[in-house]
């Protein structure tokens, strides 16, 4: 698969059906799709997934909206996606990635765990605060944000 990984063009933006896998909430996703760096990866000119980086502080920037479509899930896209978006962040100096994921989202937290991404800390009741539909994933329902930060 010869998927290619490049900063958005100027018009270019990703699907809200694939920004939607990241995040349910268009009025979240509304808040901070212009604020940040959108990253897309291609499969023959087609957007297969994509990321944004946005910046948060002066040594941190945050990964949001991390996303593969389904159909092109468990090839190794998504740790490609992170690879760049961790070279991303070093080559503009900054010294923290942050990501950020439900509780209930237990294959996330695994992966993040496997690109050294540690536990920094949890935002309690961010779900039920931010969110007006329950947000259902591997059987439970994602009740804190746990915030995750390596060193780039």
Do not use: C
């Not at 896998?21 to 023959?44: C, H, Q, R, W």
């Not at 944004?52 to 996606?81: M, R, T």
């Not at 237990?106 to 765990?113: G, H, L, V």
């Amino acid at each position: 698969m010869d998927i290619k990984i490049n900063k958005a063009g100027p018009n270019e933006s990703l699907p809200i059906d694939l920004l939607l896998l990241a995040d349910p909430s268009e009025e979240m996703i509304s808040k901070y799709l212009n604020s940040g760096e959108t990253f897309v990866a291609k499969l023959d000119d087609k957007i297969v997934g994509g990321f944004i980086l946005l910046p948060i502080s002066e040594g941190e920037i945050e990964i949001k909206n991390i996303a593969v479509y389904p159909e092109y899930q468990k090839k190794g896209l998504g740790k490609e996606l992170m690879k760049y978006a961790i070279r991303t962040a070093k080559m503009e100096a900054y010294d923290f990635l942050i990501i950020k994921t439900a509780d209930s989202s237990r294959y996330q937290i695994s992966f993040y765990e496997k690109l050294k991404f540690k536990l920094d800390s949890t935002i309690k009741g961010h779900y039920i605060q931010y969110y007006k539909e329950p947000i259902i994933e591997n059987g439970l329902e994602a009740v804190d944000q746990l915030v995750f930060r390596r060193s780039v």
